[in-house]
């Protein structure tokens, strides 16, 4: 696999691993046509009650019925209503095996869980889901620079990049090719600032992020590969 970009890539391989994760939890289905009152989410057996269909459908770009399927698949592998980081970073270890997903897998599960209390609720799940298949280049970027600003003040700084980049060497840096030096986490972090630090502050904002990623064709065709997976 060749990695013409670690920042392209880092940005790629949240949907393309995201997809995967769907498919193992037996999201990516058809839509069934036969979800009528039953699918109104059910709640009666789950520890967390989600949102109702109405309110879910106003905060994402899916249709009731593709609520209902989703909510079916994502009850039946978490039938509490919710998932905590160590069952989301099983899930990526096996797509893994013989490398270590656990830190991008933790970087991953942090952008979900929007409200920090250490489980994806099926809310944040569809919400989260809903930006990476069908929200605009500018939401998506928005959700990018999120999970890429580890502490979430605002910026991104040399250290948090350099964390995305070696959590993604180590899952998948043994099978490129060409193979990576180990330095290469800290020469694309040094490109990437090179290419995103406008006023060479040695952060990059959110304006700096959204600027260069939207002149750059590569990463916007990107951000349009799996519009129509559901």
Known sequence: MAIQGMELCAMAVVIILFIAVLKQFGILEPMSMEDSSDSELELSTIRHQPEGLDQLQALTKFTKKELQS???????????????????KHIYS????????????HF??????????????FEDFVIGLSILLRGTVHEKLNWAFNLYDIN???YITKEEMLAIMKSIYDMMGRYTYPVLREDAPIQHVEKFFQKMDKNQDGVV????????????????SSMQLFENVI
Do not use: H, W
């Open 152 to 154: 979430k003040d605002g």
């Open 108 to 121: 991953l599960f942090n952008a979900f869980d929007v409200d920090r209390n250490g489980a994806i609720r």
């Open 205 to 220: 904002t959110i304006e700096e992020f959204l600027e260069t990623c939207q002149k750059d064709e590569n990463i916007m």
């Open 94 to 105: 096996q797509f893994f095996p013989q490398g270590d997903a656990t830190m991008y897998a």
């Open 70 to 88: 989703l909510y079916r698949g994502f009850k039946n592998e978490c039938p509490s209503g919710l998932v905590d980081e160590e069952t989301f």
